[in-house]
Each structure stands twice: as structure tokens, then as C-alpha cells.
């Protein structure tokens, strides 16, 4: 697939397109930041609960499991070109759940990262499970990583103790569990996408790895709530998505 880009200003662009065809064509070592939210896989014909009714858990297509060996080949693949789009002391924030994010890890590790934290995103209104075979599914895991054992990566501690979160009190160290609710109504009043994460979750991301004027990329753009937390705290921001559909939601949430 070609490069196509959707919509570009002096601060945001937005690509239409593969993530592994349109990767390789941004400028190597330019990123300081990525956070991506890759397709979790958990797309089987299972049921849950959302707003009190059962539905299916299917998203679309691009969830689907493709076998465990074709899954684990993409991602090594975006991976590998997200490293290569890296500054030497940027880092990337990729979430997962059980469904995916022992593959996520195994390929950050062989392409020589460096694991700083695993952040649990712990969900206090999650929904229940309705089969009542195991525990409610109530957290995501959230892998963030530095590009080598050696880089010297942002972290503005300082910012990340004026947070006031459940489990760790504004003036306290910030800790690597995380109290947010699920994405609000009101963040998706310009449409709706399935794996929506919620702003307060990407203002931690890159309030804490990037400082103004730098550059964040996702390779998974969706409804594009890291671009419009990034817009909204002076960061320059990369989208990258195959739907125009969500892509014509971002543009709207970024205007």
C-alpha cells in the first residue's frame, strides 16, 4: 500500500495506510515517544457485558487471531520498525491484554529494548464476567520500554507526583498500577471506535516520556486520543491507521 497522507498542519500528520509500509517511510531516528495499541487478538466469538447487555467481544477483522506464529511474526515486524523511527533515548508504550502482550514483550527483548515498566491499567468499572469461569478481566498491561540499556530516556518524575491517582496520592511517587475509569461518553460524542483508550491514560503517557515540541507517534491511530492529547499539550503528533472512517473521527477530535 502506498503512502497516503490523510490530513497534515505545521504539528499533526495523519497517514492512510499499513503501518508496515508507511513505518519505513518516516525519517529514521525522529520519534521521541511512540504508544501504540495493537490489534489484541481477543476477537474468538466470546461474549461480555456492556451496559448491562451481552455482547459480542468480536471488533472487526483486524482483531483476528492468525495463528500464534503468524500473530507473533507482525508483531516483531511493527516492532522492529518502530525501533528504527527512534531516537536513541526514545521510548514506546505498547498495551496489551493476556491475548497478546507475552508476544509484545518476547519482541521488544529479542529486538534488543529494555523493559523500564510494566504499568497495570487497572479498570474500577470494568464489567463482569458473565461466563463465571474465572476472575472479571478488570486491568490492561501497558509495556514501556527504551530503545537500549544505555539510553537515557525522559522521564519527568517530578510532573508524575502532582498526579493525584487511588493508589498513589498527589505529592507520592508515582506507581506502576493505574486507576482509570473506561473511556467516558463524552470522548467518543464524534464517533465510537471498539479499542478507544481513555485521555486520562494517554496524558500519563506522554506528560511522563516527552517533553513540548517533541515528536509522538501511533502506529495504531483508531479514534486518535494520543493525537489529541498530544495537540493539546504541544507535542507534535504521527497517526497512522488503514480506516479513513476512524481517521475522519480523528481529524473531527483534533479540530
Not at 461480555?48 to 508483531?75: L, P, Q, R, Y
Not at 486520562?200 to 502506529?219: A, F, H, Q, Y
Request: glycine share 8%.
Amino acid at each position: 500500500m502506498e503512502k497516503q497522507i490523510y490530513y497534515r498542519d505545521d504539528t499533526i500528520t495523519l497517514y492512510n495506510g499499513d503501518c508496515l509500509d508507511i513505518l519505513k517511510k518516516i525519517p529514521k531516528e525522529s520519534i521521541t515517544t511512540i504508544f501504540a495499541d495493537p490489534p489484541y487478538n481477543l476477537s474468538n466469538g466470546g461474549i461480555t457485558c456492556k451496559a448491562g447487555k451481552m455482547v459480542s467481544v468480536n471488533k472487526a477483522e483486524w482483531d483476528k487471531s492468525k495463528g500464534i506464529e503468524e500473530d507473533f511474526k507482525f508483531t516483531y515486524e511493527w516492532i522492529k520498525l518502530c525501533r528504527e523511527v527512534l531516537k536513541p533515548n526514545g521510548t514506546i508504550w505498547i498495551s496489551g491484554t493476556m491475548h497478546n502482550i507475552y508476544q509484545v514483550g518476547f519482541a521488544l527483548q529479542s529486538l534488543g529494548f529494555q523493559v523500564i515498566n510494566e504499568v497495570i491499567w487497572f479498570k474500577p468499572n470494568a464489567p463482569p464476567n458473565l461466563a463465571c469461569r474465572a476472575f472479571a478481566h478488570s486491568h490492561e498491561t501497558i509495556i514501556w520500554a527504551r530503545k537500549t540499556k544505555g539510553s537515557k530516556h525522559v522521564f519527568n518524575y517530578s510532573k508524575m507526583k502532582e498526579w493525584d491517582d487511588k493508589f498513589a496520592p498527589k505529592g507520592k511517587q508515582m506507581r506502576s498500577l493505574w486507576s482509570i475509569t473506561l473511556t467516558a461518553p463524552n470522548e467518543k460524542m464524534y464517533g465510537k471506535h471498539p479499542t478507544q483508550k481513555p485521555i486520562e491514560l494517554l496524558r500519563r503517557v506522554i506528560v511522563s516520556s516527552s517533553n513540548e515540541g517533541d515528536t509522538v507517534l501511533d502506529p495504531f491511530n483508531g479514534s486518535g486520543t494520543t493525537g489529541v492529547v498530544a495537540k493539546e499539550l504541544g507535542r507534535k503528533y504521527i497517526g497512522i491507521d488503514t480506516s479513513e472512517e476512524y481517521l475522519g473521527i480523528t481529524l473531527k477530535r483534533l479540530k
